[in-house]
């Protein structure tokens, strides 16, 4: 079993930045793919940014060139830098995990992922 945790949230002003971890266990080395999502109040969940073993990374077009997604096996972590933020980034993110297989933007934008934390509560205000 994959425990996945997030952390890092916050309330953060308008063109700020802050940086989500996400903390995983169990059988980590499995998982070929690694995403963040969010979900907005009245909005469904979408896929954010995700990261495959090989270090490949797709994004959502609304934060290409803000948000970057990585990883530190030696510590079994995912990150996600968010920077240049924007009041309709305000969201629940979730850290993701799957074993891989299909096209990581598929999984992505699907939402094909079989394992999730919790969340964490980012606030964007201006």
């Known amino acids: 079993q994959v425990h996945l945790v997030e952390s890092g949230g916050g309330s953060v002003q308008a063109g700020g930045s802050l940086r989500l971890s996400c903390a995983a266990s169990?059988?980590?080395?499995?998982?070929?793919?690694m995403a963040w999502f969010r979900q907005a109040p009245g909005k469904e969940r979408e896929g954010v940014a995700a990261?495959?073993?090989?270090?490949?990374?797709t994004y959502t077009d609304s934060v290409k060139g803000r948000f970057t997604i990585s990883k530190d096996n030696a510590k079994d972590s995912l990150y996600l830098q968010m920077n240049r933020l924007k009041l309709e980034d305000t969201a629940i993110y979730y850290c993701?995990?799957?074993?891989?297989?299909?096209?990581?933007?598929?999984?992505?934008?699907?939402?094909?992922?079989?394992?999730w934390g919790q969340g964490t509560q980012v606030t964007v205000s201006s």
């Open positions: 993701a995990a799957d074993m891989g297989g299909g096209s990581l933007s598929e999984r992505l934008f699907g939402g094909y992922f079989a394992y």
């Open positions: 169990g059988l980590i080395s499995s998982m070929q793919y």
């Open positions: 990261v495959d073993s090989d270090g490949t990374t």
